[in-house]
């Protein structure tokens, strides 16, 4: 397999960090009590299902045993995918219900998820909180049970084959559910975002349930014998350690990148104290816009780091004109406006998200009609984070005192964007970024840090031509 990192949107990759982190931290009051509410929902199902149903075949405690130590085995192999990880348990959890008493299955399940997690907690893989806990992983486990034991077909037999479609698709309804039900209750994360996640772990149950199966059929006699495909786990482990490894790369290089950015941006400050606040108010208003726009995860990070470095081209702009007391002439205009393709330029010489980033800066003094600089795009054809940090740098900047002129009052500054809406800013955008002024100015203190920059409102004056850049 490649050692190259893997690619990942912005969403994947914070759930990731997410996933990462709670691994080693004990679970807050959140998790607990949610999971705590699914585990013992299980228990409910599970113990409801042993002494309600009739097996088809005795229990053999040995037997039982060490398919719980199979299982647990295999529960410790992981793929990292976004809120949770994929287990490839099929292998062992198939042959388990049809070569053990069904009914019993998933109780013996939440067994060998307690200690796996236990194992993981011991090896200083895990936190021990989480470990009594896993019992709420056994969901899954009830409803191809269930299915089994109502349609009758609980031993391994190849005349039961549309029941076992039936159980597989059960098992995937209910541990999909399940899972989205529990992001939401214990992490907050939303069923939408999970939903993109799920296809790896169930791509991973659809290709190894059928090695499960014919290994259950091929061990009706000899329950035992099943477990003669765990050396596949051993491989499997393998591949798994790969991912986890290429997938923490990219996690760190994104991490980097975000430093980089940081550093780009306290250069920027030092080099000129304003513009370096300025910058930061803007993030922080760029952020609540893309919220309030609906943006993915993506094209908020790409409006985030886009609105940290949009000026970040002014490094190449003589101090002299930047703090000019006065209207640039036109040569000064021409140099003022190299900054967006100076910015441009640097970004990508950094490479990899911050080069995607540089297109944002370079577009993020175009205009809605075209007048913009430096390339003269119009419309939709300027991204739409470029979109964002117009209006807000627009903003912020009339709502700031500059060297050459006092601030406006929000009032002037909001009737400024509107009344430019459509030729010198998205319409959309323009809407958007009203909004949230006018909710965060009605808001009670602590405002956020961009805030400080709307209290206490300056009186009104009379309207001026547009923000330098």
Known sequence: ????????????????????????????????????????GFLVAAVG????????????????????????????????????????????????????????????????????????????????ARSVLAVADAWFSVGPAVVLVALGAQLPAWEHWPVFVAAFAAQLLLDGGMSMARARVCLGVAPRALMRELHLVYRVDVLLA??????????????????????????????????????????????????????????????????????EDVVGLCVLVADRLGLDEDAKRATELGALLHDIGKIAVPDAIINKPGPLDEAEWAIMRTHTIE??????????????????????????????????????????????????????AMTTDRSYRKALGIPVALGELQANAGTQ???????????????????????????????PEAPPAPPVPAPRA
């Open 210 to 279: 059928p090695i499960g199966l014919l290994a259950a059929i091929a061990a009706a006699d000899v329950p035992l014998a099943a477990l003669l495909v765990l050396p596949l786990a051993s491989l499997l482990l393998i591949f798994a350690r790969e991912r986890e490894g290429r997938i923490q790369q990219s996690l760190e290089l994104g991490r980097a990148y975000r430093g980089t950015a940081l550093l780009l941006r306290d250069l920027l400050e030092d080099d000129d104290e304003y513009t370096g606040r300025h910058t």
């Open 49 to 128: 299902l042993a002494v309600l149903a009739e097996p088809e075949r005795a229990l053999s405690p040995l037997t039982a045993a060490v398919f719980v130590v199979a299982l647990a085995v295999a529960a410790r192999i992981e793929f990292a995918s976004g809120a949770g990880f994929a287990v490839p348990i099929q292998i062992v959890f198939v042959p388990m219900l049809l070569l053990l008493p069904t009914p019993l299955v998933p109780l013996l399940v939440a067994v060998a998820l307690v200690l796996a997690s236990a194992w993981k907690a011991a090896q200083g893989g895990a936190a021990l």
């Open 343 to 396: 910015g441009e330029r640097m970004l990508r010489q950094v490479g990899g998200l911050l080069a995607h980033v540089g297109v944002v800066v370079r577009a993020s003094h175009e205009r809605w009609d075209g007048k913009g600089y430096p390339d003269g795009l119009a419309g939709e054809a300027i991204p739409l984070p470029a979109r964002i940090v117009s209006a807000c740098d627009a903003y912020n």
């Open 1 to 40: 397999m490649s050692a190259a990192h893997i690619d990942m949107d912005a969403g994947t990759e914070r759930l990731l960090e997410e996933t990462f982190e709670r691994r080693h931290r004990d679970l807050d009051r959140r998790e607990r009590v949610g999971n705590r509410i699914f585990a013992a």
């Open 425 to 455: 800013f998205d319409p959309h955008v323009v809407g958007a970024l009203v909004a949230v002024v006018e909710e965060a100015h009605a808001a009670t203190p602590p405002a956020p840090h961009w805030e400080l920059a709307l209290a």
